[in-house]
Protein backbone atom coordinates (compact mmCIF):
# COMPACT_ATOMS: atom_id res chain seq x y z
CA UNK A 1 0.00 0.00 0.00
CA UNK A 2 0.85 3.45 -1.55
CA UNK A 3 1.60 6.31 1.06
CA UNK A 4 -1.41 8.39 -0.84
CA UNK A 5 -3.31 4.76 0.56
CA UNK A 6 -2.57 5.02 3.79
CA UNK A 7 -3.14 8.49 4.06
CA UNK A 8 -6.62 8.17 2.74
CA UNK A 9 -7.51 5.55 5.18
CA UNK A 10 -5.97 6.99 7.93
CA UNK A 11 -7.00 10.72 7.80
CA UNK A 12 -10.57 9.39 7.22
CA UNK A 13 -10.30 7.37 10.53
CA UNK A 14 -9.31 10.03 12.60
CA UNK A 15 -12.26 12.26 11.33
CA UNK A 16 -14.41 11.30 13.92
CA UNK A 17 -12.30 12.40 16.83
CA UNK A 18 -13.05 16.43 17.49
CA UNK A 19 -10.43 17.65 20.53
CA UNK A 20 -7.85 18.86 18.44
CA UNK A 21 -7.45 22.52 19.94
CA UNK A 22 -4.30 24.50 20.60
CA UNK A 23 -5.43 27.09 23.22
CA UNK A 24 -2.53 27.63 25.39
CA UNK A 25 0.00 26.52 23.07
CA UNK A 26 3.30 27.99 24.02
CA UNK A 27 4.55 30.80 21.45
CA UNK A 28 7.37 29.47 19.70
CA UNK A 29 8.53 29.88 16.18
CA UNK A 30 11.36 29.69 13.75
CA UNK A 31 13.31 33.11 13.62
CA UNK A 32 17.07 33.40 14.34
CA UNK A 33 17.31 29.79 13.79
CA UNK A 34 17.47 26.35 11.94
CA UNK A 35 14.26 24.84 12.85
CA UNK A 36 10.70 24.57 11.32
CA UNK A 37 7.48 25.68 12.16
CA UNK A 38 5.91 28.18 14.54
CA UNK A 39 2.92 27.39 16.69
CA UNK A 40 1.82 31.40 15.76
CA UNK A 41 1.16 34.90 17.68
CA UNK A 42 -1.66 33.71 19.49
CA UNK A 43 -1.62 29.37 19.04
CA UNK A 44 -2.80 27.95 16.25
CA UNK A 45 -5.03 29.51 13.53
CA UNK A 46 -7.85 26.82 12.74
CA UNK A 47 -10.12 26.96 9.77
CA UNK A 48 -13.12 24.54 10.38
CA UNK A 49 -15.62 22.07 8.10
CA UNK A 50 -18.91 23.04 8.30
CA UNK A 51 -19.52 20.47 10.93
CA UNK A 52 -17.91 22.31 13.06
CA UNK A 53 -14.95 20.06 13.16
CA UNK A 54 -11.23 21.39 12.82
CA UNK A 55 -9.08 21.06 9.67
CA UNK A 56 -6.07 23.24 10.24
CA UNK A 57 -4.04 20.46 11.90
CA UNK A 58 -3.04 16.89 9.86
CA UNK A 59 -5.02 14.83 11.39
CA UNK A 60 -4.94 11.02 11.55
CA UNK A 61 -4.37 7.67 13.10
CA UNK A 62 -0.92 5.91 13.11
CA UNK A 63 -3.17 2.77 12.56
CA UNK A 64 -6.97 2.25 12.38
CA UNK A 65 -6.40 -1.55 13.68
CA UNK A 66 -7.49 -1.82 17.13
CA UNK A 67 -7.68 -4.72 19.98
CA UNK A 68 -10.50 -3.23 21.37
CA UNK A 69 -14.33 -3.51 20.01
CA UNK A 70 -15.80 -0.68 21.10
CA UNK A 71 -19.08 -1.07 19.42
CA UNK A 72 -19.75 3.19 18.61
CA UNK A 73 -16.26 3.00 16.82
CA UNK A 74 -15.65 2.46 12.79
CA UNK A 75 -11.88 1.04 13.71
CA UNK A 76 -13.21 -1.33 16.30
CA UNK A 77 -11.78 -4.75 15.97
CA UNK A 78 -15.27 -6.59 14.48
CA UNK A 79 -15.32 -4.04 11.88
CA UNK A 80 -14.92 -4.38 8.73
CA UNK A 81 -13.03 -1.38 7.24
CA UNK A 82 -10.02 -1.43 5.20
CA UNK A 83 -6.83 -1.55 7.55
CA UNK A 84 -3.70 0.27 7.10
CA UNK A 85 -0.74 1.50 9.31
CA UNK A 86 1.55 4.40 8.78
CA UNK A 87 5.68 3.88 10.28
CA UNK A 88 6.88 6.71 12.20
CA UNK A 89 8.89 7.73 9.60
CA UNK A 90 6.03 8.23 7.20
CA UNK A 91 4.13 10.03 9.75
CA UNK A 92 7.03 12.43 10.21
CA UNK A 93 7.75 13.18 6.76
CA UNK A 94 4.05 14.01 5.91
CA UNK A 95 3.92 16.28 8.79
CA UNK A 96 6.79 18.43 7.40
CA UNK A 97 5.73 17.89 3.96
CA UNK A 98 2.46 19.60 4.54
CA UNK A 99 3.67 22.12 6.87
CA UNK A 100 6.37 23.30 3.99
CA UNK A 101 3.58 23.13 1.59
CA UNK A 102 1.38 25.62 4.07
CA UNK A 103 -1.56 22.92 4.39
CA UNK A 104 -1.33 22.86 8.27
CA UNK A 105 -0.26 24.61 11.14
CA UNK A 106 0.71 21.30 13.08
CA UNK A 107 0.14 17.70 13.76
CA UNK A 108 -2.99 15.54 15.31
CA UNK A 109 -1.90 11.78 16.41
CA UNK A 110 -4.07 9.30 17.37
CA UNK A 111 -4.06 5.43 16.89
CA UNK A 112 -6.05 2.30 17.68
CA UNK A 113 -4.31 -0.22 20.10
CA UNK A 114 -1.87 -2.73 18.62
CA UNK A 115 0.25 -5.28 20.43
CA UNK A 116 -0.29 -3.36 23.65
CA UNK A 117 -1.28 -0.44 24.86
CA UNK A 118 2.53 0.32 25.85
CA UNK A 119 3.71 -0.59 21.76
CA UNK A 120 1.06 1.93 20.81
CA UNK A 121 2.05 4.85 23.04
CA UNK A 122 5.93 4.05 21.96
CA UNK A 123 5.64 4.48 18.72
CA UNK A 124 3.16 7.56 19.10
CA UNK A 125 5.77 9.35 21.05
CA UNK A 126 8.39 8.34 18.97
CA UNK A 127 6.68 10.56 16.06
CA UNK A 128 6.65 13.70 18.35
CA UNK A 129 9.80 12.55 20.05
CA UNK A 130 11.41 12.50 16.10
CA UNK A 131 9.67 15.90 15.01
CA UNK A 132 10.85 18.13 18.29
CA UNK A 133 14.52 16.52 18.19
CA UNK A 134 15.72 15.38 14.79
CA UNK A 135 13.75 18.04 12.71
CA UNK A 136 13.80 21.14 15.43
CA UNK A 137 9.56 21.37 14.52
CA UNK A 138 8.27 23.87 16.50
CA UNK A 139 4.31 23.66 15.05
CA UNK A 140 1.82 22.87 17.20
CA UNK A 141 1.26 19.06 18.18
CA UNK A 142 -1.46 17.45 20.27
CA UNK A 143 -0.99 13.69 20.95
CA UNK A 144 -4.06 11.26 21.96
CA UNK A 145 -3.17 9.63 24.51
CA UNK A 146 -4.24 6.09 26.33
CA UNK A 147 -4.94 5.15 29.82
CA UNK A 148 -3.88 1.40 30.02
CA UNK A 149 0.01 2.77 28.74
CA UNK A 150 2.81 3.31 31.22
CA UNK A 151 2.78 7.01 33.43
CA UNK A 152 6.34 7.29 32.04
CA UNK A 153 5.30 7.22 28.66
CA UNK A 154 2.60 9.40 29.19
CA UNK A 155 4.84 11.88 30.93
CA UNK A 156 7.02 11.69 27.42
CA UNK A 157 4.20 12.45 25.21
CA UNK A 158 4.23 15.44 27.53
CA UNK A 159 7.29 16.60 27.08
CA UNK A 160 6.95 16.65 23.10
CA UNK A 161 3.40 17.44 22.99
CA UNK A 162 1.79 21.02 23.36
CA UNK A 163 -1.55 19.46 24.24
CA UNK A 164 -2.59 15.72 25.29
CA UNK A 165 -5.78 14.24 25.63
CA UNK A 166 -7.61 11.10 26.47
CA UNK A 167 -10.93 9.94 25.09
CA UNK A 168 -13.45 9.74 28.47
CA UNK A 169 -16.07 8.42 25.24
CA UNK A 170 -19.04 8.20 28.07
CA UNK A 171 -19.91 9.57 31.43
CA UNK A 172 -20.62 6.52 32.81
CA UNK A 173 -19.55 3.16 33.76
CA UNK A 174 -22.56 1.58 32.97
CA UNK A 175 -22.32 2.79 29.49
CA UNK A 176 -18.79 1.86 29.13
CA UNK A 177 -19.69 -1.89 30.28
CA UNK A 178 -21.89 -2.34 27.73
CA UNK A 179 -20.26 -0.17 24.68
CA UNK A 180 -16.77 -0.38 25.09
CA UNK A 181 -15.86 -3.17 27.79
CA UNK A 182 -12.20 -3.31 27.65
CA UNK A 183 -12.50 0.68 28.88
CA UNK A 184 -12.71 1.85 33.00
CA UNK A 185 -13.59 4.88 33.63
CA UNK A 186 -11.75 4.82 37.21
CA UNK A 187 -8.56 4.24 35.01
CA UNK A 188 -9.08 7.33 32.78
CA UNK A 189 -9.41 9.25 35.69
CA UNK A 190 -5.97 8.12 37.28
CA UNK A 191 -4.34 8.78 34.45
CA UNK A 192 -5.66 12.16 34.15
CA UNK A 193 -5.09 13.01 37.39
CA UNK A 194 -0.98 11.82 36.69
CA UNK A 195 -1.27 14.27 33.79
CA UNK A 196 -2.57 17.35 35.74
CA UNK A 197 0.20 16.55 38.65
CA UNK A 198 2.47 16.49 35.87
CA UNK A 199 1.06 19.99 34.23
CA UNK A 200 1.11 21.82 37.29
CA UNK A 201 4.87 20.64 38.36
CA UNK A 202 5.81 22.18 34.57
CA UNK A 203 3.77 25.15 35.05
CA UNK A 204 5.30 25.59 38.92
CA UNK A 205 8.59 25.43 36.85
CA UNK A 206 8.01 27.74 34.21
CA UNK A 207 6.80 30.40 36.66
CA UNK A 208 10.19 29.96 38.75
CA UNK A 209 12.34 30.60 35.39
CA UNK A 210 13.09 27.30 33.34
CA UNK A 211 12.56 28.83 30.18
CA UNK A 212 14.20 26.08 28.97
CA UNK A 213 11.10 23.14 29.55
CA UNK A 214 9.33 21.44 26.59
CA UNK A 215 6.24 20.48 28.26
CA UNK A 216 2.53 20.21 27.34
CA UNK A 217 0.31 22.95 28.47
CA UNK A 218 -3.20 21.57 28.75
CA UNK A 219 -4.94 18.19 28.28
CA UNK A 220 -8.72 17.91 27.26
CA UNK A 221 -10.86 15.20 26.19
CA UNK A 222 -14.32 14.28 24.39
CA UNK A 223 -17.58 12.02 24.86
CA UNK A 224 -20.28 10.52 22.63
CA UNK A 225 -23.82 12.08 22.93
CA UNK A 226 -26.02 9.90 22.03
CA UNK A 227 -24.60 6.72 21.72
CA UNK A 228 -26.16 5.40 25.28
CA UNK A 229 -29.35 6.65 27.23
CA UNK A 230 -27.20 8.61 28.97
CA UNK A 231 -28.73 12.16 30.40
CA UNK A 232 -27.56 15.37 29.34
CA UNK A 233 -27.26 15.93 33.30
CA UNK A 234 -24.95 13.03 33.71
CA UNK A 235 -22.73 14.37 30.65
CA UNK A 236 -22.50 17.81 32.70
CA UNK A 237 -21.98 16.17 35.84
CA UNK A 238 -19.24 14.55 34.83
CA UNK A 239 -17.48 17.35 32.96
CA UNK A 240 -18.06 19.37 35.97
CA UNK A 241 -15.88 17.00 37.58
CA UNK A 242 -13.28 17.03 35.17
CA UNK A 243 -13.06 20.68 35.35
CA UNK A 244 -12.69 21.05 38.81
CA UNK A 245 -10.66 17.64 39.70
CA UNK A 246 -8.67 17.71 36.63
CA UNK A 247 -8.01 20.89 35.53
CA UNK A 248 -9.11 19.76 32.05
CA UNK A 249 -8.73 22.78 29.37
CA UNK A 250 -11.82 21.68 27.10
CA UNK A 251 -14.63 18.58 26.96
CA UNK A 252 -15.84 18.15 23.72
CA UNK A 253 -19.18 16.96 22.91
CA UNK A 254 -19.40 14.50 19.81
CA UNK A 255 -22.67 13.28 18.72
CA UNK A 256 -22.86 9.88 17.75
CA UNK A 257 -22.73 9.40 13.96
CA UNK A 258 -23.89 5.76 12.70
CA UNK A 259 -21.20 3.88 11.20
CA UNK A 260 -21.15 1.43 8.31
CA UNK A 261 -22.12 -2.22 9.45
CA UNK A 262 -23.28 -1.20 12.92
CA UNK A 263 -23.28 -2.92 16.24
CA UNK A 264 -26.88 -4.24 17.23
CA UNK A 265 -27.17 -2.75 20.04
CA UNK A 266 -26.58 1.14 18.70
CA UNK A 267 -29.45 3.37 18.54
CA UNK A 268 -29.93 3.13 14.35
CA UNK A 269 -30.20 6.95 13.99
CA UNK A 270 -28.21 10.20 15.41
CA UNK A 271 -29.36 12.52 17.97
CA UNK A 272 -30.27 15.82 16.99
CA UNK A 273 -27.20 17.56 16.11
CA UNK A 274 -29.06 21.02 18.35
CA UNK A 275 -28.28 18.44 21.26
CA UNK A 276 -24.69 18.64 21.25
CA UNK A 277 -24.53 22.11 20.49
CA UNK A 278 -27.26 22.95 23.84
CA UNK A 279 -24.53 20.82 25.35
CA UNK A 280 -21.79 23.27 24.08
CA UNK A 281 -23.49 26.25 25.54
CA UNK A 282 -24.36 24.70 29.09
CA UNK A 283 -20.71 23.69 29.27
CA UNK A 284 -19.78 27.44 28.70
CA UNK A 285 -22.49 28.26 30.95
CA UNK A 286 -20.56 26.39 33.82
CA UNK A 287 -17.11 27.63 32.67
CA UNK A 288 -17.21 31.13 31.93
CA UNK A 289 -20.60 32.32 33.73
CA UNK A 290 -20.38 30.93 36.88
CA UNK A 291 -23.54 28.38 37.02
CA UNK A 292 -23.85 24.92 38.42
CA UNK A 293 -24.87 21.86 37.02
CA UNK A 294 -27.86 21.78 39.51
CA UNK A 295 -28.75 25.29 38.03
CA UNK A 296 -28.98 24.39 34.51
CA UNK A 297 -30.75 21.03 34.79
CA UNK A 298 -32.93 19.37 37.53
CA UNK A 299 -34.11 15.95 38.44
CA UNK A 300 -37.14 16.45 36.86
CA UNK A 301 -35.59 17.98 33.78
CA UNK A 302 -32.26 15.47 33.28
CA UNK A 303 -31.62 16.98 29.27
CA UNK A 304 -31.27 20.16 28.54
CA UNK A 305 -34.36 21.75 26.30
CA UNK A 306 -33.83 21.91 22.21
CA UNK A 307 -35.82 25.20 21.33
CA UNK A 308 -34.24 27.06 24.24
CA UNK A 309 -30.71 28.10 24.98
CA UNK A 310 -29.52 27.52 28.76
CA UNK A 311 -29.29 30.65 30.08
CA UNK A 312 -32.04 31.60 28.82
CA UNK A 313 -34.73 28.89 30.03
CA UNK A 314 -32.59 29.18 33.27
CA UNK A 315 -33.74 33.00 33.31
CA UNK A 316 -37.73 31.92 32.83
CA UNK A 317 -37.59 29.42 35.32
CA UNK A 318 -36.09 32.36 37.99
CA UNK A 319 -38.29 35.22 36.51
CA UNK A 320 -37.91 36.28 40.25
CA UNK A 321 -34.63 37.57 39.74
CA UNK A 322 -35.31 40.29 37.07
CA UNK A 323 -34.77 42.71 36.13
CA UNK A 324 -31.46 43.76 37.06
CA UNK A 325 -30.73 47.11 37.30
CA UNK A 326 -27.84 47.12 35.12
CA UNK A 327 -25.94 50.54 36.98
CA UNK A 328 -26.11 48.40 40.43
CA UNK A 329 -26.39 44.95 39.54
CA UNK A 330 -23.09 42.54 40.08
CA UNK A 331 -20.55 41.47 37.43
CA UNK A 332 -21.96 37.93 38.70
CA UNK A 333 -25.53 38.83 38.19
CA UNK A 334 -25.31 40.67 35.11
CA UNK A 335 -23.49 37.58 33.60
CA UNK A 336 -26.98 35.34 34.22
CA UNK A 337 -28.90 38.01 32.16
CA UNK A 338 -29.59 36.15 28.55
CA UNK A 339 -28.29 38.32 25.73
CA UNK A 340 -24.95 39.23 27.63
CA UNK A 341 -21.90 37.55 27.39
CA UNK A 342 -18.57 37.85 29.53
CA UNK A 343 -17.05 40.75 27.10
CA UNK A 344 -19.75 42.94 26.67
CA UNK A 345 -20.74 42.61 30.77
CA UNK A 346 -17.23 44.37 31.42
CA UNK A 347 -17.55 46.74 28.87
CA UNK A 348 -20.69 47.73 30.16
CA UNK A 349 -19.25 47.81 33.71
CA UNK A 350 -16.63 50.17 32.78
CA UNK A 351 -19.23 52.79 31.21
CA UNK A 352 -21.50 52.72 33.88
CA UNK A 353 -18.53 54.16 36.38
CA UNK A 354 -18.85 57.21 33.54
CA UNK A 355 -22.17 57.72 33.13
CA UNK A 356 -25.98 56.51 33.44
CA UNK A 357 -26.61 53.09 30.91
CA UNK A 358 -29.12 53.80 28.45
CA UNK A 359 -30.27 51.34 25.74
CA UNK A 360 -28.43 53.19 23.19
CA UNK A 361 -25.52 52.29 25.50
CA UNK A 362 -25.93 48.58 24.62
CA UNK A 363 -27.11 49.16 21.04
CA UNK A 364 -23.97 50.66 20.26
CA UNK A 365 -22.10 47.48 22.12
CA UNK A 366 -24.30 45.19 19.29
CA UNK A 367 -26.51 43.41 22.43
CA UNK A 368 -29.96 41.86 21.31
CA UNK A 369 -32.42 44.67 22.78
CA UNK A 370 -35.13 42.46 22.10
CA UNK A 371 -33.38 39.63 24.35
CA UNK A 372 -32.10 41.54 27.32
CA UNK A 373 -34.88 44.18 27.70
CA UNK A 374 -37.55 42.11 29.65
CA UNK A 375 -34.52 41.33 32.03
CA UNK A 376 -32.59 44.78 32.40
CA UNK A 377 -33.80 48.28 33.93
CA UNK A 378 -31.68 51.23 32.77
CA UNK A 379 -31.65 55.07 32.58
CA UNK A 380 -34.57 54.98 30.13
CA UNK A 381 -36.28 51.47 30.40
CA UNK A 382 -38.49 49.98 32.83
CA UNK A 383 -39.60 46.86 31.73
CA UNK A 384 -42.85 46.60 33.78
CA UNK A 385 -44.69 47.06 30.36
CA UNK A 386 -42.62 43.59 28.91
CA UNK A 387 -45.06 41.10 31.10
CA UNK A 388 -41.68 39.48 32.60
CA UNK A 389 -44.62 37.63 34.67
CA UNK A 390 -46.61 36.22 31.61
CA UNK A 391 -46.34 32.94 29.33
CA UNK A 392 -46.39 35.63 26.39
CA UNK A 393 -42.38 36.05 27.62
CA UNK A 394 -41.57 32.86 26.35
CA UNK A 395 -43.69 32.94 23.06
CA UNK A 396 -42.05 36.06 22.23
CA UNK A 397 -38.55 34.68 22.83
CA UNK A 398 -38.51 31.36 21.95
CA UNK A 399 -37.71 30.69 18.14
CA UNK A 400 -40.00 30.72 15.73
CA UNK A 401 -41.37 27.49 14.75
CA UNK A 402 -39.69 25.98 11.48
CA UNK A 403 -41.48 23.67 8.95
CA UNK A 404 -40.43 19.81 9.93
CA UNK A 405 -37.94 17.89 7.37
CA UNK A 406 -39.46 14.95 6.19
CA UNK A 407 -36.10 12.77 5.45
CA UNK A 408 -34.58 14.02 9.09
CA UNK A 409 -34.79 15.66 12.44
CA UNK A 410 -36.61 19.08 12.52
CA UNK A 411 -33.84 20.13 15.13
CA UNK A 412 -30.38 20.40 13.31
Not at 149 to 168: M, W
Request: net charge positive; glycine share 6%.
Amino acid sequence: MDLDQKLSILADAAKYDASCASSGATKRDSLGGTGVGSTGGAGICHSYAPDGRCISLLKILLTNRCLYDCHYCINRRSSNVRRAAFTAEEAVRLTLDFYKRNYIEGLFLSSGIIRSADHTMEQVVNVARTLREVHDFRGYIHLKTIPEASPELIEQAARYADRISINLELPTQQGLDRLAPEKNLGRTKQAMGRIRVKLDDAADRKRGGDRKLRHATGQSTQVIVGADPSTDADFLARSDELYRAYRLRRVYYSAFSPIPEPSSILPPAAPPLMREHRLYQADWLMRYYGFSTSEILTPENPNLDLHLDPKLAWALRNRHEFPLDLQTASRDQMLRIPGLGVKNVDRLLGIRRLTLLRLADLARLRISLPKVRPFIIVADHHPAREGLDTDRLLARLAPKPVQLDLFGHALR
